[in-house]
């Protein structure tokens, strides 16, 4: 790898250094970026990267930065689709592996653009962590419930790992973690602590009252004050989607219930800055 | 106006009561709605509403939940554009006011499509809120520079108005909180709280300390615990954009430069949840 090659150096390195071997890509049917086709489709898309999906094994990153933080995170790339008309050098991360340049005509079918501001990349899909292991080794939690929209799952997983939050667990209707908007949101912050499945809810907290594990569910209607409740030795803060929140079910089935003061007739606030407040609260 | 047909009551009340009378819109220079033209500039859209700017006085609100906040809050409404093709019933809250209805030739020249999934609305600006008077007669502010990305504005706006910062204070570089896409983001709650400009930071900030108001800069770069810093009795939390944050003159100018600890190599939040830990941290 050419050395001084960094982020910070492209501007002034362009041409200084061999860029990564291209592969020109120049119809849609092409075998080899199959994996990129069909991006635009949010929910479609996220069931055939799951178990039992035509694309099964992979996930989607986009952008050089939440590249380069996936290969920090020791994720295996599969290969980089860039437009053929990119210049600006690609992050030393990516060198020796499979770089495809796609030109205008089959851009426009992946993107709906002829154009790509952002390279997109193929990895491995790890294998899902098991999630006794995570909860015998951890003890900060987050637990979601029907999280769908990417943006607020990515945003959560960036607080998260920043505030202290050892490990996520995702209810089986919440959306995928590892699903490009969700890591982009991040900032690629997703791939810096881990994330499990647990079982439907509220039946699946008992999986986690059984580890020791104190659940707390975050809503507008929790009867405390999130700073009237000192921090548990292992606590797993529940959170709902945004607008519906927590259902009723899961809100009676965790042991504290928890409210953020609101002021000024304000009803609740957006589900990744409550996340923020007590994840901040409960940060060792 | 009629009873019983708030937004609770609309799906089943359809075709109960009297609807307010809409009046047709098919050609898009049509100098009635003129106002309603070039909304998708965001750009040159918050400098003409601006002082000097040729729609100044006026801001758009858009969706039924933001327009009947801002008419809770004592906004006055000039104006409702809707699609032809709307069926759902308005708010009870714009009954009495111009309702114009456009069709779809109109809609796409305003919006780029020939629909209109949420009414669009026009609103008189208000005079700005003195700054004197805010500094006065609060004791906890925000102070925003270079903040203009609308939807990280209005999701601030949110965060201050429910978690009890009393005002909201603006450098000269930050956008409009009364754009559409700030209104929105903040759910209509920018309506909830006071916001006024402030000169040119760090010159700025003299004025605040003048009132014995303590500057609290929140960066990655803070030297104190946000923590280990007890609630001055008159504060403001200092806020930059996302990504370069506040500049180093306004940091170096403030008071107390605060951080929030970060995990697992994550270099920060966005700057809306930071904003969101911070307020609640000063919030009384």
Redesign the interface.
């Known amino acids: 790898m050419p050395v001084g090659l960094g982020r910070l150096g492209h501007v002034s390195l362009i041409g200084a250094y061999p860029e990564p071997v291209r592969t020109p890509i120049t119809n849609a049917d092409d075998p080899r970026i199959e994996v990129y086709l069909g991006l635009r489709d949010q929910v479609a898309r996220q069931q055939r990267e799951q178990p039992g999906g035509d694309m099964a094994g992979f996930f989607i990153a986009e952008g050089d930065l939440v590249i380069e933080r996936a290969l920090e995170h020791g994720f295996t790339l599969d290969s980089v689709l860039i437009g053929e008309r990119r210049t600006k050098p690609l992050p030393d991360a990516v060198d020796g592996h499979t770089i495809y340049a796609a030109n205008d005509e089959v851009l426009t079918e992946i993107t709906g653009r002829p154009a790509l501001r952002d390279p997109i990349a193929c990895f491995i899909r790890p294998e899902p962590t098991p999630l006794d292991k995570l909860l015998t080794s951890n003890s900060t939690f987050a637990v979601l419930e029907n999280v769908n929209n990417p943006n607020n799952l990515g945003?959560i997983m960036?607080?998260a790992?920043?505030?202290?939050v050892d490990a996520v667990l995702l209810d089986p209707t919440c959306g995928d973690p590892l699903y490009r908007r969700a890591i982009r949101s991040s900032m690629g912050?997703v791939f810096?602590?881990p994330h499990a499945r647990i079982p439907t809810l509220p039946a699946g907290l008992d999986t986690l009252h059984g580890h020791g594990i104190e659940t707390v569910a975050l809503s507008p209607a929790g009867t405390t004050n999130l700073r009237d409740l000192a921090r548990p030795s292992k606590v797993a803060i529940l959170l709902g989607a945004e607008g519906p929140g927590l259902t009723d079910a899961t809100m009676a089935a965790a042991i504290h219930q928890v409210r953020?003061?609101?002021?000024?007739?304000?009803d609740?606030?957006?589900v990744?800055?409550?996340a923020?407040?007590a994840f901040?609260h409960f940060?060792s």
Request: no cysteine; net charge positive; charged share 5%.
């Open positions: 945003v960036r607080n790992a920043g505030l202290g912050q810096a602590l953020i003061p609101m002021h000024k007739g304000v609740s606030l957006n990744a800055n409550a923020a407040i901040h940060a």
